[in-house]
């Protein structure tokens, strides 16, 4: 027997399993999936994104529908459209051995008509966002009358978006007798009062510890001036060579500005914030997948449901103004089993916000210093030496040997390695040499500032290597 049919799953759930490669369930489907199969329980699941939890309330939500029967049985509700077109894949590869089955997503900025037709063929469950949700009822086009089931997904981050009315019309129109699983990051006042007013007598469990951060990211302080948060940023992406991370601002406009300000300073950044249409959101996460874009620049609200496995860094360009916000950003890496580093650029008056997010998280911050420019040009280095040494060697470059040797002819080894390593050392030399250490408030006198930018306070100031 295998550890997920010890679960309790079924055939066509193991199979599918066996399909993904998933070998081991992890804590949150072993805690859940026996208690949801068994009996017919309300549920609060505290848990991250990335620990499984869709497979966790996925798996049995599937194997308590009746596929045979057209009625919808299960609504599962998203904060996000790209966690509801997540959740929905996921259900659809879980189930792919389930005959007649149909799941459904529902939410907005796509064609509603389309939408409907979907429902109309019979969807014995809908994946939704509350907002299209709402209206979809109201139009009488979705009928959650006789649900069995609805799961409340990063309840947290419903909340957070202001989803709560919603919800709460949205569940008028569901019977009592249904179950509730609800799932969420963290456990603040909001998501607790959802749990007594809508559930009855749920069953908590608890992944890892409460409210805690993953553990498989690393937290990180840098303090730093209020106006070299930009240099501090740069020199954060320049000092990790590989780095593919989403910085998070505070507002649209630092948002946009910190992406165009990089993207002019030769990175490659993309901005993702709410006054992006789609069409452009849609766009940037796809070049974001693809890993054409390093630093997607981003605010919260355009963040939730990022559902990219391997991002190496969070950036904190900004603290978010709520403790929980925080737990949220650093949770977007250390996914699925990857480690990750969750770094914090703050100023010195900052600093004890950082003991009430340790509290939080009950994991500690590890304070460290913004890398000098001498520091970054030696990891470049050696980062290009690497590259050079592991570079493949291209069949093709061997035609034109004769003629490369005839150009570089004279040169003896050391040389060339100096040349060729400068190609790149330069560019890096050139732009820090004789640059201050951030990691002082004060400008030291004869040296000069890096390309610097604020977005700290309404101003914003422009300080241009002239030298
Ligand atoms: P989630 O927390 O549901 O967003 O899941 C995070 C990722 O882990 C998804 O890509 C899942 O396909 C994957 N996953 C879920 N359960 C398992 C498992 N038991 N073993 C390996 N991978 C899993």
Known sequence: MTKF???????????????LGFDTPSEVQEKSIPLLLSDEIDLVALAQTGTGKTAAFGFPLIQKIDSASRTTQGLILS??????????????????????LNIVAVYGGASITDQARQIKRGAQIIVATPGRMKDMIGRGIIDISKIDYCILDEADEMLNMGFYEDIKDILSNTPESKSTWLFSATMPKEVSTIAKKFMKNPTEITVGSKNSGVDTVQ?????????????????????????????????????????????????????????????????????FRKKQIQMLVATDVAARGIDVDDITHVINYQLPDEIETYTHRSGRTGRAGKSGISMVIITRSESRKIGAIERKIQQKFI???????????????????????????NKEVSNYLPAIND???????????????????????????????????????GSKR??????????????????
């Open 450 to 467: 890096d390309n610097d930018f604020q977005t700290d306070s309404d101003s914003v100031r422009y300080f241009i290597n002239i030298g």
């Open 407 to 445: 150009v570089l002819e004279g040169l003896d080894r050391d040389e060339l390695i100096q040349k060729i390593v400068s190609v790149e050392f330069t560019r890096f030399f050139n732009y820090y040499n004789r640059t201050k250490d951030l990691n002082t408030s004060e400008g030291e006198r």
């Open 5 to 19: 049919e010890a679960l309790g799953l079924d055939k066509a759930l193991l199979n599918a399993i066996t399909d």
């Open 219 to 287: 937290h990180e302080y840098y303090t730093v001036g209020g106006r070299d948060r930009y240099p501090a940023l740069k020199r954060l992406a320049d000092a990790n060579p590989g780095i593919f991370s989403v910085v998070f601002c505070r507002t649209k406009r630092d948002t946009q500005k910190v992406a165009e300000k990089l993207i002019e300073d030769g990175y490659n950044a993309g901005a993702l914030h709410g006054d992006l249409s789609q069409n452009q959101r849609d766009l940037v996460m796809n070049a």
């Open 79 to 100: 904060p996000t459209r790209e966690l509801c077109l997540q959740i929905t894949n996921e259900m659809q590869l879980y189930s792919k051995y389930v005959k007649g």
């Open 367 to 393: 304070s460290k210093k913004i890398p000098t420019g001498i520091e970054i040009c030696e990891i470049q280095l050696y980062h290009l030496a690497n590259k050079i040494r592991n570079t493949k060697i």
